[in-house]
């Protein structure tokens, strides 16, 4: 099982990015994915979280600027990032979980992608 996260670069404050993580080996059709982030000295965090069902949980930071959604027909997470700001800056893991409704406790998803790194510059 290997989840494949992409899209991750350089960007000005006020850019968007979006991230995609593609998920082969199995199908997480049924699994909450989500993503997460961990900034330089900081604890990772959880940005975002898509329940199996279609239903989204955000962390305050990025309400009404990141939305995330999935393709189930593709195993894929996606992770649409406008508005950035600097404080988003981290490297950013999707992750799919081993329940169908929203989690957000790291502990609960057991497949991790290899992180990518998102770098806002003011």
């Known amino acids: 099982v290997q989840l494949q996260a992409s899209g991750g670069g350089l960007v000005q404050a006020g850019g968007s990015l979006r991230l995609s993580c593609a998920a082969s080996?199995?199908?997480?059709?049924?699994?909450?994915m989500g993503w997460f982030r961990q900034a330089p000295g900081k604890e990772r965090e959880v940005v975002a979280v898509?329940?199996?069902?279609?239903?989204?949980y955000y962390v305050d930071s990025v309400k009404d600027r990141f939305t995330i959604s999935r393709d189930n027909r593709k195993n894929t997470v996606y992770l649409q990032m406008n508005s950035l700001k600097p404080e988003d800056t981290a490297v950013y893991y999707c992750?799919?979980?081993?329940?169908?409704?929203?989690?957000?406790?790291?502990?609960?998803?057991?497949?991790w992608g290899q992180g990518t790194q998102v770098t806002v510059s003011s």
């Open positions: 992750a799919a979980g081993d329940t169908w409704w929203i989690t957000t406790t790291p502990r609960d998803y057991g497949y």
């Open positions: 080996g199995r199908t997480f059709s049924r699994s909450v």
């Open positions: 898509i329940s199996s069902g279609g239903a989204a």
